[in-house]
Protein backbone atom coordinates (compact mmCIF):
# COMPACT_ATOMS: atom_id res chain seq x y z
CA UNK A 1 0.00 0.00 0.00
CA UNK A 2 1.18 3.70 -0.69
CA UNK A 3 1.51 6.30 1.53
CA UNK A 4 -0.98 9.09 0.89
CA UNK A 5 0.85 11.50 -0.28
CA UNK A 6 3.42 9.16 -2.11
CA UNK A 7 4.23 9.77 -6.26
CA UNK A 8 2.25 6.38 -6.87
CA UNK A 9 -0.92 8.03 -4.73
CA UNK A 10 -0.44 11.26 -6.82
CA UNK A 11 -0.33 9.34 -9.95
CA UNK A 12 -3.20 6.46 -9.08
CA UNK A 13 -5.85 9.28 -7.83
CA UNK A 14 -5.50 11.13 -11.57
CA UNK A 15 -3.42 12.15 -13.97
CA UNK A 16 -2.21 15.55 -14.87
CA UNK A 17 -2.02 14.96 -18.24
CA UNK A 18 -3.97 12.86 -20.40
CA UNK A 19 -6.35 12.34 -23.06
CA UNK A 20 -5.59 12.75 -27.40
CA UNK A 21 -1.79 14.13 -27.65
CA UNK A 22 0.25 14.41 -30.84
CA UNK A 23 1.11 11.48 -32.51
CA UNK A 24 4.87 10.03 -31.14
CA UNK A 25 4.73 12.63 -28.33
CA UNK A 26 3.40 9.63 -25.78
CA UNK A 27 6.66 9.09 -24.06
CA UNK A 28 6.94 12.98 -23.18
CA UNK A 29 2.99 12.83 -21.96
CA UNK A 30 3.49 9.82 -19.59
CA UNK A 31 7.26 11.25 -18.33
CA UNK A 32 5.07 14.50 -18.04
CA UNK A 33 2.63 13.05 -15.88
CA UNK A 34 5.42 10.97 -13.68
CA UNK A 35 7.38 14.17 -13.59
CA UNK A 36 4.29 16.26 -12.34
CA UNK A 37 3.47 14.01 -9.43
CA UNK A 38 6.91 14.08 -8.32
CA UNK A 39 6.67 17.77 -7.98
CA UNK A 40 7.41 19.75 -10.84
CA UNK A 41 4.28 22.23 -11.90
CA UNK A 42 3.15 22.56 -15.43
CA UNK A 43 5.95 19.86 -16.24
CA UNK A 44 4.37 19.19 -19.96
CA UNK A 45 4.94 22.70 -20.85
CA UNK A 46 8.77 22.86 -19.29
CA UNK A 47 10.03 19.06 -20.72
CA UNK A 48 10.88 20.41 -24.44
CA UNK A 49 14.89 21.03 -23.72
CA UNK A 50 16.26 19.43 -26.72
CA UNK A 51 15.64 20.24 -30.68
CA UNK A 52 17.57 18.12 -32.82
CA UNK A 53 18.16 14.95 -34.36
CA UNK A 54 19.58 11.55 -34.38
CA UNK A 55 19.73 9.26 -37.49
CA UNK A 56 22.26 6.82 -38.94
CA UNK A 57 22.40 4.32 -42.28
CA UNK A 58 19.55 1.45 -41.56
CA UNK A 59 17.88 3.24 -38.86
CA UNK A 60 13.77 3.38 -40.01
CA UNK A 61 12.99 6.60 -39.12
CA UNK A 62 14.58 9.80 -37.81
CA UNK A 63 15.15 10.33 -34.15
CA UNK A 64 14.79 13.13 -32.36
CA UNK A 65 17.70 14.66 -30.32
CA UNK A 66 16.29 12.98 -27.01
CA UNK A 67 18.37 15.41 -24.45
CA UNK A 68 15.90 16.94 -22.80
CA UNK A 69 15.57 13.97 -20.18
CA UNK A 70 19.27 14.83 -18.82
CA UNK A 71 18.74 18.21 -19.14
CA UNK A 72 15.50 17.83 -16.74
CA UNK A 73 17.60 16.29 -14.32
CA UNK A 74 20.04 19.12 -14.42
CA UNK A 75 17.82 22.00 -13.79
CA UNK A 76 15.16 19.87 -11.15
CA UNK A 77 17.80 17.81 -9.37
CA UNK A 78 16.18 14.74 -10.47
CA UNK A 79 17.79 11.50 -11.43
CA UNK A 80 16.11 11.06 -14.41
CA UNK A 81 17.80 7.71 -16.97
CA UNK A 82 16.37 6.42 -20.40
CA UNK A 83 17.75 2.77 -20.19
CA UNK A 84 17.61 -0.08 -22.50
CA UNK A 85 18.00 -3.80 -21.83
CA UNK A 86 19.28 -6.90 -23.27
CA UNK A 87 16.38 -9.03 -22.12
CA UNK A 88 12.73 -9.08 -20.94
CA UNK A 89 14.31 -10.98 -17.86
CA UNK A 90 16.73 -7.69 -17.24
CA UNK A 91 13.91 -5.05 -18.08
CA UNK A 92 11.57 -6.71 -15.67
CA UNK A 93 14.23 -7.13 -12.88
CA UNK A 94 14.87 -3.55 -13.02
CA UNK A 95 11.44 -2.11 -13.11
CA UNK A 96 10.73 -4.09 -10.15
CA UNK A 97 13.51 -2.66 -8.43
CA UNK A 98 12.78 0.83 -9.39
CA UNK A 99 9.01 0.09 -8.00
CA UNK A 100 10.76 -1.15 -5.00
CA UNK A 101 12.84 2.26 -4.59
CA UNK A 102 9.79 4.34 -5.05
CA UNK A 103 10.17 5.49 -8.76
CA UNK A 104 6.92 4.90 -11.20
CA UNK A 105 8.42 3.71 -14.69
CA UNK A 106 7.24 4.78 -17.79
CA UNK A 107 7.61 1.83 -19.95
CA UNK A 108 7.74 1.19 -24.14
CA UNK A 109 4.79 -1.22 -25.25
CA UNK A 110 2.96 -2.35 -28.33
CA UNK A 111 -0.10 -1.00 -29.04
CA UNK A 112 -1.38 -3.98 -30.73
CA UNK A 113 -1.64 -5.95 -27.13
CA UNK A 114 -3.18 -3.24 -25.14
CA UNK A 115 -6.11 -0.85 -25.07
CA UNK A 116 -6.04 1.28 -28.08
CA UNK A 117 -7.22 2.66 -31.58
CA UNK A 118 -4.45 -0.19 -32.99
CA UNK A 119 -5.60 -2.95 -30.16
CA UNK A 120 -5.05 -5.97 -32.55
CA UNK A 121 -4.55 -3.87 -35.61
CA UNK A 122 -1.22 -2.43 -36.27
CA UNK A 123 2.18 -2.47 -34.19
CA UNK A 124 3.52 1.04 -33.17
CA UNK A 125 5.48 2.12 -29.84
CA UNK A 126 3.56 3.30 -27.14
CA UNK A 127 4.59 4.73 -23.81
CA UNK A 128 2.80 3.45 -20.03
CA UNK A 129 3.31 4.23 -16.66
CA UNK A 130 3.98 1.11 -14.85
CA UNK A 131 2.56 1.45 -11.12
CA UNK A 132 2.76 -1.64 -9.49
CA UNK A 133 4.15 -5.25 -10.10
CA UNK A 134 2.44 -8.41 -8.99
CA UNK A 135 2.33 -12.11 -9.22
CA UNK A 136 -1.15 -11.98 -11.44
CA UNK A 137 -0.17 -9.00 -13.36
CA UNK A 138 0.87 -5.02 -13.31
CA UNK A 139 -0.97 -1.73 -12.85
CA UNK A 140 -0.52 0.67 -15.35
CA UNK A 141 -1.93 3.92 -16.21
CA UNK A 142 -1.83 5.03 -20.44
CA UNK A 143 -2.26 8.95 -20.45
CA UNK A 144 -3.59 8.10 -23.89
CA UNK A 145 -6.08 5.74 -24.07
CA UNK A 146 -7.01 4.34 -20.08
CA UNK A 147 -5.27 7.11 -18.10
CA UNK A 148 -7.13 5.08 -14.75
CA UNK A 149 -4.85 2.93 -13.10
CA UNK A 150 -5.41 -0.89 -14.55
CA UNK A 151 -4.51 -4.03 -14.15
CA UNK A 152 -2.72 -5.98 -17.43
CA UNK A 153 -2.35 -9.50 -16.79
CA UNK A 154 1.23 -10.98 -16.82
CA UNK A 155 0.81 -12.32 -20.10
CA UNK A 156 -0.38 -9.53 -22.24
CA UNK A 157 2.68 -7.13 -20.70
CA UNK A 158 4.85 -9.74 -21.17
CA UNK A 159 3.80 -9.70 -24.96
CA UNK A 160 3.56 -6.08 -25.22
CA UNK A 161 6.93 -5.35 -23.52
CA UNK A 162 8.87 -7.73 -25.65
CA UNK A 163 7.48 -6.73 -29.28
CA UNK A 164 9.74 -5.82 -31.82
CA UNK A 165 8.53 -2.76 -32.34
CA UNK A 166 9.49 -1.95 -28.86
CA UNK A 167 13.49 -0.67 -28.98
CA UNK A 168 15.98 -2.41 -26.40
CA UNK A 169 13.05 -3.02 -23.81
CA UNK A 170 13.11 1.19 -23.42
CA UNK A 171 12.20 2.27 -19.92
CA UNK A 172 12.11 5.59 -18.16
CA UNK A 173 13.32 5.96 -14.12
CA UNK A 174 12.95 8.99 -12.20
CA UNK A 175 14.12 9.19 -8.75
CA UNK A 176 13.77 11.83 -5.81
CA UNK A 177 11.97 14.58 -5.18
CA UNK A 178 12.80 17.72 -7.24
CA UNK A 179 15.69 19.80 -5.09
CA UNK A 180 14.77 22.84 -6.71
CA UNK A 181 12.00 24.38 -8.85
CA UNK A 182 12.93 26.21 -12.36
CA UNK A 183 11.44 28.17 -14.34
CA UNK A 184 10.31 28.43 -18.33
CA UNK A 185 12.92 31.00 -19.13
CA UNK A 186 15.54 28.50 -17.33
CA UNK A 187 14.11 26.17 -19.58
CA UNK A 188 14.53 28.18 -23.22
CA UNK A 189 18.10 29.14 -21.76
CA UNK A 190 19.42 25.51 -21.42
CA UNK A 191 16.89 24.68 -24.83
CA UNK A 192 19.60 27.62 -26.46
CA UNK A 193 22.99 25.82 -25.02
CA UNK A 194 21.73 22.26 -26.23
CA UNK A 195 21.21 24.34 -29.74
CA UNK A 196 24.44 25.80 -29.47
CA UNK A 197 26.33 22.66 -28.18
CA UNK A 198 24.86 20.46 -31.18
CA UNK A 199 23.10 22.10 -33.83
CA UNK A 200 25.75 21.22 -36.41
CA UNK A 201 25.89 17.52 -36.11
CA UNK A 202 22.66 17.35 -35.44
CA UNK A 203 22.16 18.82 -39.19
CA UNK A 204 24.49 16.03 -40.29
CA UNK A 205 22.32 13.65 -39.32
CA UNK A 206 19.21 14.94 -40.83
CA UNK A 207 21.31 15.59 -44.29
CA UNK A 208 22.08 11.71 -44.37
CA UNK A 209 18.19 11.15 -43.44
CA UNK A 210 16.84 13.38 -46.49
CA UNK A 211 19.56 11.55 -48.23
CA UNK A 212 18.18 8.06 -47.33
CA UNK A 213 14.36 9.05 -48.23
CA UNK A 214 15.49 10.56 -51.46
CA UNK A 215 17.44 7.12 -52.48
CA UNK A 216 14.45 5.29 -51.64
CA UNK A 217 16.18 3.48 -48.86
CA UNK A 218 13.78 4.79 -46.11
CA UNK A 219 9.94 5.28 -45.17
CA UNK A 220 10.25 9.41 -44.22
CA UNK A 221 8.86 9.08 -40.34
CA UNK A 222 9.81 12.10 -38.81
CA UNK A 223 7.17 11.57 -36.14
CA UNK A 224 9.92 11.72 -32.92
CA UNK A 225 11.35 14.51 -34.66
CA UNK A 226 7.36 16.21 -34.54
CA UNK A 227 6.65 15.39 -31.09
CA UNK A 228 10.25 17.20 -29.80
CA UNK A 229 10.02 20.34 -31.46
CA UNK A 230 6.25 20.26 -30.47
CA UNK A 231 7.10 20.05 -26.75
CA UNK A 232 9.86 22.79 -27.35
CA UNK A 233 7.27 25.28 -28.64
CA UNK A 234 5.22 24.74 -25.48
CA UNK A 235 8.28 25.54 -23.59
CA UNK A 236 8.63 28.79 -25.43
CA UNK A 237 4.93 29.25 -25.42
CA UNK A 238 5.41 29.20 -21.41
CA UNK A 239 8.12 31.99 -21.66
CA UNK A 240 5.96 33.85 -23.77
CA UNK A 241 3.97 34.44 -21.06
CA UNK A 242 6.36 36.73 -18.72
CA UNK A 243 8.09 37.76 -21.67
CA UNK A 244 5.96 39.21 -25.02
CA UNK A 245 8.54 39.35 -26.91
CA UNK A 246 9.10 36.13 -27.52
CA UNK A 247 5.46 35.47 -28.54
CA UNK A 248 6.53 35.65 -32.36
CA UNK A 249 9.29 33.34 -32.05
CA UNK A 250 6.50 31.04 -30.05
CA UNK A 251 3.89 31.00 -33.36
CA UNK A 252 7.08 30.23 -35.54
CA UNK A 253 8.16 27.09 -33.49
CA UNK A 254 4.25 25.99 -33.77
CA UNK A 255 4.33 26.24 -37.88
CA UNK A 256 7.56 24.62 -37.68
CA UNK A 257 6.35 21.68 -35.60
CA UNK A 258 2.74 21.71 -37.82
CA UNK A 259 4.95 21.11 -40.86
CA UNK A 260 6.86 18.61 -39.05
CA UNK A 261 3.65 16.48 -38.19
CA UNK A 262 2.41 17.03 -41.65
CA UNK A 263 5.67 15.50 -43.14
CA UNK A 264 5.14 12.70 -41.65
CA UNK A 265 1.34 12.33 -42.35
CA UNK A 266 2.41 12.63 -46.10
CA UNK A 267 5.30 10.37 -45.66
CA UNK A 268 4.21 7.28 -43.84
CA UNK A 269 -0.13 7.55 -44.63
CA UNK A 270 0.41 8.27 -48.76
CA UNK A 271 2.43 7.71 -51.87
CA UNK A 272 4.45 10.81 -52.38
CA UNK A 273 7.43 9.91 -54.52
CA UNK A 274 10.85 10.44 -52.70
CA UNK A 275 12.13 13.46 -54.82
CA UNK A 276 9.16 15.23 -52.99
CA UNK A 277 9.42 13.89 -49.58
CA UNK A 278 13.34 15.09 -50.15
CA UNK A 279 12.11 18.23 -51.01
CA UNK A 280 9.73 18.90 -48.64
CA UNK A 281 12.36 18.06 -45.73
CA UNK A 282 14.90 20.20 -47.31
CA UNK A 283 12.45 22.74 -47.02
CA UNK A 284 12.18 22.08 -43.16
CA UNK A 285 16.03 21.85 -43.50
CA UNK A 286 15.63 25.61 -44.24
CA UNK A 287 13.02 26.51 -41.94
CA UNK A 288 15.07 25.11 -38.72
CA UNK A 289 17.72 27.35 -39.23
CA UNK A 290 15.92 30.15 -39.31
CA UNK A 291 14.12 29.43 -36.27
CA UNK A 292 17.45 28.24 -34.26
CA UNK A 293 19.05 31.56 -35.44
CA UNK A 294 16.14 33.60 -34.29
CA UNK A 295 16.21 31.87 -30.88
CA UNK A 296 19.65 32.89 -30.38
CA UNK A 297 18.70 36.36 -31.23
CA UNK A 298 15.36 36.76 -29.37
CA UNK A 299 17.17 35.11 -26.01
CA UNK A 300 19.45 37.63 -25.97
CA UNK A 301 16.98 40.01 -26.51
CA UNK A 302 14.76 39.49 -24.04
CA UNK A 303 17.54 39.50 -21.25
CA UNK A 304 17.50 36.14 -21.01
CA UNK A 305 21.53 35.73 -20.91
CA UNK A 306 22.41 32.12 -21.86
CA UNK A 307 23.27 28.91 -20.02
CA UNK A 308 26.22 27.90 -22.79
CA UNK A 309 28.88 28.76 -20.07
CA UNK A 310 27.03 27.85 -16.95
CA UNK A 311 26.07 24.77 -14.80
CA UNK A 312 23.32 23.33 -16.84
CA UNK A 313 24.95 23.06 -20.19
CA UNK A 314 26.87 19.61 -20.86
CA UNK A 315 30.20 20.03 -21.76
CA UNK A 316 30.28 20.19 -25.89
CA UNK A 317 32.65 17.74 -26.27
CA UNK A 318 30.88 15.23 -23.81
CA UNK A 319 30.50 12.46 -26.38
CA UNK A 320 33.63 13.20 -28.03
CA UNK A 321 35.47 12.62 -24.68
CA UNK A 322 33.45 9.55 -24.11
CA UNK A 323 34.44 8.13 -27.00
CA UNK A 324 38.28 8.59 -26.27
CA UNK A 325 38.29 7.02 -22.80
CA UNK A 326 36.71 4.12 -24.86
CA UNK A 327 39.26 3.90 -27.52
CA UNK A 328 41.55 3.68 -24.53
CA UNK A 329 40.30 1.27 -22.44
CA UNK A 330 38.45 -1.66 -25.07
CA UNK A 331 39.15 -2.95 -28.32
CA UNK A 332 36.34 -1.02 -29.70
CA UNK A 333 36.08 0.75 -33.03
CA UNK A 334 34.55 4.06 -31.97
CA UNK A 335 34.17 6.02 -35.08
CA UNK A 336 31.69 3.11 -36.35
CA UNK A 337 29.86 3.15 -32.92
CA UNK A 338 26.52 5.01 -32.85
CA UNK A 339 25.21 6.80 -29.86
CA UNK A 340 22.51 4.34 -29.10
CA UNK A 341 24.51 0.94 -30.53
CA UNK A 342 24.81 -1.79 -27.91
CA UNK A 343 28.44 -2.00 -26.50
CA UNK A 344 28.27 -5.24 -25.01
CA UNK A 345 26.86 -6.75 -28.44
CA UNK A 346 29.69 -4.98 -30.15
CA UNK A 347 32.25 -6.56 -27.97
CA UNK A 348 32.66 -4.69 -24.36
CA UNK A 349 33.59 -6.85 -21.45
CA UNK A 350 32.74 -6.38 -18.12
CA UNK A 351 36.81 -6.19 -17.25
CA UNK A 352 36.78 -3.67 -19.94
CA UNK A 353 33.76 -1.40 -18.86
CA UNK A 354 35.52 -0.90 -15.17
CA UNK A 355 38.22 0.51 -16.61
CA UNK A 356 36.08 2.77 -19.14
CA UNK A 357 34.34 3.62 -15.48
CA UNK A 358 37.77 4.32 -13.76
CA UNK A 359 38.68 6.59 -16.73
CA UNK A 360 35.57 8.72 -16.87
CA UNK A 361 35.58 9.28 -13.34
CA UNK A 362 39.42 10.58 -13.05
CA UNK A 363 38.82 12.52 -16.74
CA UNK A 364 36.09 14.26 -15.76
CA UNK A 365 35.56 14.25 -11.70
CA UNK A 366 33.29 12.49 -10.78
CA UNK A 367 32.21 9.08 -8.98
CA UNK A 368 30.21 6.48 -9.84
CA UNK A 369 27.57 5.34 -7.20
CA UNK A 370 27.10 1.25 -6.41
CA UNK A 371 23.58 2.03 -8.22
CA UNK A 372 25.24 3.22 -11.70
CA UNK A 373 27.21 -0.18 -11.41
CA UNK A 374 25.44 -2.31 -13.88
CA UNK A 375 25.08 -3.44 -17.44
CA UNK A 376 22.81 -1.02 -18.44
CA UNK A 377 24.62 2.37 -17.29
CA UNK A 378 27.39 1.33 -19.82
CA UNK A 379 24.90 -0.07 -22.69
CA UNK A 380 25.42 2.45 -25.07
CA UNK A 381 27.52 5.79 -25.60
CA UNK A 382 24.08 7.11 -25.35
CA UNK A 383 23.63 5.82 -21.93
CA UNK A 384 27.01 6.66 -20.62
CA UNK A 385 26.62 10.12 -21.46
CA UNK A 386 23.38 10.42 -19.77
CA UNK A 387 25.18 8.86 -16.58
CA UNK A 388 27.81 11.30 -16.44
CA UNK A 389 25.57 14.30 -17.51
CA UNK A 390 23.60 13.13 -14.20
CA UNK A 391 27.15 12.93 -11.88
CA UNK A 392 27.88 16.38 -12.91
CA UNK A 393 25.30 17.97 -12.22
CA UNK A 394 24.74 16.02 -8.79
CA UNK A 395 28.89 17.19 -8.31
CA UNK A 396 28.32 21.09 -8.96
CA UNK A 397 24.87 21.05 -7.06
CA UNK A 398 26.79 19.55 -4.02
CA UNK A 399 29.69 21.91 -4.52
CA UNK A 400 27.29 24.94 -4.31
CA UNK A 401 25.46 23.39 -1.23
CA UNK A 402 28.92 23.08 0.48
CA UNK A 403 29.29 26.63 -0.29
CA UNK A 404 26.08 28.52 0.22
Known sequence: MHQPDSVFARLQAGLTYCGTAQFGSCIQQAASNVL????????????????????????????????????????????????????????FDAERAAL?????????????????????????????????????????????????????????????????????FDMIVSRGPVKRAYSAADGLRELDADVYANRDSDLVNLDAFILAVEAGLVRPDVADAAAERS????????????????????????????????????????????????????????????????????????????????????????????????????????????????LWAAGLTSLESVRVMVDLEEELGVEFPPSMLNRSAFRSLAAIETAVSCLLATTVMSDEEAGA
Request: aromatic share 6%.
Open 231 to 342: YAQRLIAKASHDLRELAPLAAQADALARRWYFAHTIGIESDTPAERMARILRDLREREGRLLDDLTGLISAAGLGSARDGRTVITPDLSVRIRAVLSRQTRLTTDCLHATDD
Open 36 to 91: AAQGIPDAADLIGLSWGFSYRAGDDRLRAAERWLPAVGRLSGLQVSRLGFGSADAA
Open 100 to 168: GAGAPVVVAVDSFDITSPYHGRASLMHALILLEWGDQGVVVADPMNRPQPTQLPLDIYRRTRASAVVRD
